[in-house]
């Protein structure tokens, strides 16, 4: 393109910078960055929404502060992307004043939450324990029209496992079912564990069955092995066995010795 004399601009910028990171080739996504603002080229909020994806991601703090700044010195307003990567990052780093002033920053800028931030914001409050204000905010996901979906399910279902639920885990399992919402590999890992820590070996292993027999899923060795221990602490060292051969023939798990 150069050598054609035909000058980049911001969206080539933005195209090269987006696949580098999505690649995880952060220095050289810095790079072009940088050769972006050299050649006088305005940078726009998709661009530093890329860059700061990739450091929220890996959890850098300061990488993600320092973009959001640089993009203020810019004159760039941001987005409701850039307001969920500050959320994500103040909530692993479990920032309760932060993820506030985010959320007070967003209404006071008029930039409407999506359901991007409503995920966000229950599993930021779901590592704090507080239940209540968890509900909360997914009664207000629903009456902003969001449809939750695995993640937010989730999220729930796993701080009911932990709070010993059982009947909140399975409203929950429901209504994910009657929302056609698709359980992923978390979903089962959360119900499976609900299951073994209930020493319900029964719908643990069919859960199991249906995930590497009918979903096509790969449970993790965390899982597996959980299963396998209740079903032998249960004597079900057929079932035990079938599910050995499952994992086994869907080239999950090597034979055993």
């Known amino acids: 393109m150069k050598m054609s004399g035909i000058k980049p601009n911001?969206?080539?910028y933005s195209i090269v910078i987006d696949s580098l990171c999505r690649c995880g080739q952060t220095k050289r996504a810095h790079d072009v960055?940088?050769?972006m603002l050299d050649a006088g080229c305005h940078p726009d909020s998709i661009v530093f929404n890329s860059l700061m994806r990739i450091h929220a991601k890996a959890g850098r703090t300061e990488k993600v502060l320092q973009l959001y700044n640089q993009m203020k010195r810019f004159g760039c307003e941001p987005d409701m992307?850039?307001?969920n990567f500050l959320l994500e990052t103040h909530c692993k780093d479990e920032n309760r004043e932060d993820v506030k002033r985010v959320l007070m920053l967003m209404i006071e800028k008029g930039c409407a939450p999506n359901a991007s931030t409503f995920n966000t914001l229950i599993v930021?409050?779901?590592k704090f324990g507080n239940v209540n204000a968890v509900h909360r905010i997914y009664d207000i996901m629903k009456e902003f029209?969001?449809?939750p979906n695995?993640?937010?399910?989730n999220t729930l279902m796993k701080m009911h496992v932990a709070l010993k639920s059982t009947d909140m885990v399975l409203k929950l399992k429901k209504e994910m079912d009657e929302n056609k919402i698709e359980p992923n590999v978390n979903t089962c890992k959360v119900l499976i564990t609900m299951y073994c820590d209930m020493e319900n070996w029964k719908d643990a292993y069919e859960l199991c069955r249906e995930m590497i027999e009918e979903k096509r899923l790969k449970p993790s060795l965390q899982?597996?092995?959980m299963v396998l221990q209740q079903l032998k602490k249960a004597g079900q060292l057929k079932k035990h066995k079938e599910l050995v051969k499952m994992m086994v023939d869907r080239g999950f798990v090597s034979r055993p010795p």
């Open 150 to 153: 695995a993640v937010t399910y």
């Open 223 to 225: 899982v597996y092995e």
């Open 81 to 83: 992307v850039t307001y």
């Open 10 to 12: 911001v969206d080539t």
């Open 33 to 35: 960055f940088a050769e």
């Open 145 to 147: 029209k969001y449809e």
């Open 124 to 126: 930021c409050v779901a």
